[in-house]
T-cell receptor, first 112, second 111 residues
Framework: KAGVTQTPRYLIKTRGQQVTLSCSPISGHRSVSWYQQTPGQGLQFLFEYFSETQRNKGNFPGRFSGRQFSNSRSEMNVSTLELGDSALYLC???????????FGEGSWLTVV | AQRVTQPEKLLSVFKGAPVELKCNYSYSGSPELFWYVQYSRQRLQLLLRHISRESIKGFTADLNKGETSFHLKKPFAQEEDSAMYYCALSGSGAGSYQLTFGKGTKLSVIP
C-alpha cells in the first residue's frame, strides 16, 4: 500500500510569507500528526488530528496551524514565516491511537 | 513533563562488536517506548516498540521502569546498521497519540 505522501518536498520562502504543506495519510488511517525536525531541536511534535478534530497541540506559536479534511488528508500552515522556521516538516499517520505511526519523507522548508 | 534523553550524539563501533544505544526517559505514568531508525535518504521508520517485545533486525530493547531506561542493543553490529536512531515516548492524553523524541544517536559501524 502507498505510504504517507507529503507535498511539496522542497520549497523556499521569504520571511513574512506564509506556507501550506500537504499530507496524504495511508489509506484508512484517520490519525495524522505533524512534526518539525531541526538540527538544534530535533523532532518536535506540532499537532495531531483525528477525524477532522485537533486532539493535541505541541508548544508552538499560533502562527502554526493545521486542519484535517473528511478524507483524512491534512494540511499545515505557517504564517509570517521566520528564519527559524526553516526545517524538515514530517507528517505521520496511524490507524488509531496505539497503532504504529508511519512517517512521510517530509517537506523541506527553507526561509530566506 | 515528558522527556527523552539520548546521551550519545554519535556512536562508532566495529563490525561484529556489540552495540548499545542508550535512552532514558522521564514520564509520570505508564510509558510506551519506541525506537525509530532513519537510514540515509530514507524516511523515519519504526524499529521496535516495547509492548511487542519483538527482536527486529537483531535489535532488542527492554523497558526498565526502575532506571527509566529503554536501551537498544544488538550483539553483533553490521555495516547496514549505520543510521540515525531515535528513542521516543508516547504521550497518550485524552485519546490522542503524540511522540516525544530524543535528539537521536548516529550509529556508525566501521567495516
Amino acid at each position: 500500500k502507498a505510504g504517507v505522501t507529503q507535498t511539496p518536498r522542497y520549497l523556499i520562502k521569504t520571511r513574512g510569507q506564509q506556507v501550506t504543506l500537504s499530507c496524504s495519510p495511508i489509506s484508512g488511517h484517520r490519525s495524522v500528526s505533524w512534526y518539525q525536525q531541526t538540527p538544534g531541536q530535533g523532532l518536535q511534535f506540532l499537532f495531531e488530528y483525528f477525524s477532522e478534530t485537533q486532539r493535541n497541540k505541541g508548544n508552538f506559536p499560533g502562527r502554526f496551524s493545521g486542519r484535517q479534511f473528511s478524507n483524512s488528508r491534512s494540511e499545515m500552515n505557517v504564517s509570517t514565516l521566520e528564519l527559524g522556521d526553516s526545517a524538515l516538516y514530517l507528517c505521520a499517520s496511524s490507524l488509531a491511537a496505539g497503532n504504529t505511526i508511519y512517517f512521510g519523507e517530509g517537506s523541506w522548508l527553507t526561509v530566506v | 513533563a515528558q522527556r527523552v534523553t539520548q546521551p550519545e550524539k554519535l556512536l562508532s563501533v566495529f563490525k561484529g562488536a556489540p552495540v548499545e544505544l542508550k535512552c532514558n526517559y522521564s514520564y509520570s505514568g505508564s510509558p510506551e517506548l519506541f525506537w525509530y531508525v532513519q537510514y540515509s535518504r530514507q524516511r523515519l521508520q519504526l524499529l521496535l516498540r516495547h509492548i511487542s517485545r519483538e527482536s527486529i533486525k537483531g535489535f532488542t530493547a527492554d523497558l526498565n521502569k526502575g532506571e527509566t531506561s529503554f536501551h537498544l542493543k544488538k550483539p553483533f553490529a553490521q555495516e547496514e546498521d549505520s543510521a540515525m536512531y531515535y528513542c521516543a515516548l508516547s504521550g497518550s492524553g485524552a485519546g490522542s497519540y503524540q511522540l516525544t523524541f530524543g535528539k537521536g544517536t548516529k550509529l556508525s559501524v566501521i567495516p
